[in-house]
């Protein structure tokens, strides 16, 4: 049971996957840290847990967030998504089927990170957004096509030990030619 609110704990809601989710934190607590020791997600992993490796990506309303430098409580009234609910009616994302196909991973413990990263990059780079490598920002100019380049520098917060970043680009570059392909076609 959880314990009764204290001055150092709150109760909080966290809506995870379409799910709410009532316990109380520690205000301290890390939203990593309450997904994987508190609410047995762990799908999102722990690597360096000081926002360095993106191992524990999560999408916070749609947008890509490091839960170990997010406390849970500051998460209440968000939309999390993690590696665990990009799956619908029993079939992958786009984005987890592509990593599976072209092996974009070796020991996988960066993958749920690496995967909720590139479903939010293949959104923003939809929405138009530039990123550090895009030669010419003018909003008129539209989104750049998504090179190979660009893919890297949208995912380099997204460490891998294991160097499978040759199909890791593959894999983020079949998912967003898919998602054009299926935006085309509506
Ligand atoms: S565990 Fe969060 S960025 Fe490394
Ligand atoms: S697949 Fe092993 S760390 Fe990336």
Request: charge should be negative; hydrophobic fraction near 20%; include cysteine.
């Given at each position: 049971m959880a314990p009764p609110p204290s001055s150092t704990s709150s109760a909080v809601t966290l809506k995870i996957n379409g799910d709410k989710h009532t316990l109380s934190v520690d205000?301290?607590?890390?939203l990593l840290d309450a997904l994987r020791e508190r609410l047995d997600l762990t799908g999102t992993k722990k690597g360096?847990?000081?926002?360095?490796?993106?191992?524990c990506t999560v999408l916070l309303d749609g947008r890509r967030a490091v839960a170990c430098l997010q406390l849970a409580v500051a998460a209440e009234d968000r939309e999390i998504t993690t590696?665990?609910?990009?799956?619908?009616a029993g079939q992958l994302h786009p984005v987890q089927q592509a990593f599976l196909d072209l092996d974009?991973?070796?020991?996988?413990?960066?993958t749920p990170g690496q995967i909720c990263s590139a479903v939010a990059v293949i959104e923003e780079h939809a929405a138009g957004w530039p990123s550090a490598v895009t030669d010419d920002v003018r909003p008129?100019?539209?989104?750049?096509?998504?090179t190979a380049d660009e893919i890297r520098e949208r995912m380099s917060g997204n460490l891998c030990r294991c160097g499978a970043y040759v199909s890791i680009v593959q894999a983020v570059a079949r998912a967003a030619e898919a998602r054009m392909s299926q935006e085309a076609a509506v």
């Open positions: 205000h301290r607590t890390t360096c847990d000081q926002g360095q490796c993106g191992a590696v665990e609910g990009l799956a619908e974009g991973y070796q020991c996988g413990y960066c008129e100019v539209g989104a750049p096509p998504l």
